[in-house]
């Protein structure tokens, strides 16, 4: 190959800090609420493995109070643990939160129901003729 080829010295890895990682997931994250992460990724040149992996980092603490230029590997078990028991988490904590609005509407419903009812008795009253 010419020395004038793009990558005559071979592909080069870019390198993201603790702070980049973050700021990206949280441009994704707000990307993927108007569904436009995708174009997110295009734009800035990223995988969605790339914000898998950096989310996993981030749910386990990895990413907190890094300097710059700090290296970052791999999540211990332990880490990749507390990452998933904070995913598991934030999914119960999701359905709670559905469980008690569909009981708070039902409990309205019902409320609803038995005052149609007690109308609905007292005003049907049989006719003598």
């Known amino acids: ?9 071979g592909p080069r890895r870019r390198v993201f800090s603790p702070a980049d990682k973050l700021s990206h997931l949280a441009a994704y ?13 295009r734009r800035e040149g990223l995988y969605s493995s790339l914000i898998s992996e950096w989310r996993k980092q981030r749910d ?4 907190d109070g890094k ?13 990749a643990e507390i990452a998933r028991l904070k ?15 569909a ?3 039902m409990g309205k419903a019902h409320a609803l129901l038995d005052s149609l009812s007690e109308r609905a008795d007292f005003g049907d009253k049989p006719n003598k003729r």
Request: charged share 25%; glycine share 8%; aromatic share 2%.
């Open 60 to 63: 386990a603490g990895v990413l």
């Open 29 to 41: 994250e707000q990307a993927c609420e108007t569904n436009e992460g995708g174009a997110y990724l």
């Open 103 to 105: 009981l708070d509407i």
């Open 67 to 79: 300097q710059p230029g700090a290296k970052i590997g791999k999540l211990t078990a332990e880490q």
């Open 87 to 101: 995913q598991e988490l934030a999914r119960a904590n999701k359905r709670l939160t559905t469980t008690e609005a």
């Open 1 to 9: 190959m010419a020395s004038t080829h793009p990558r005559a010295d």
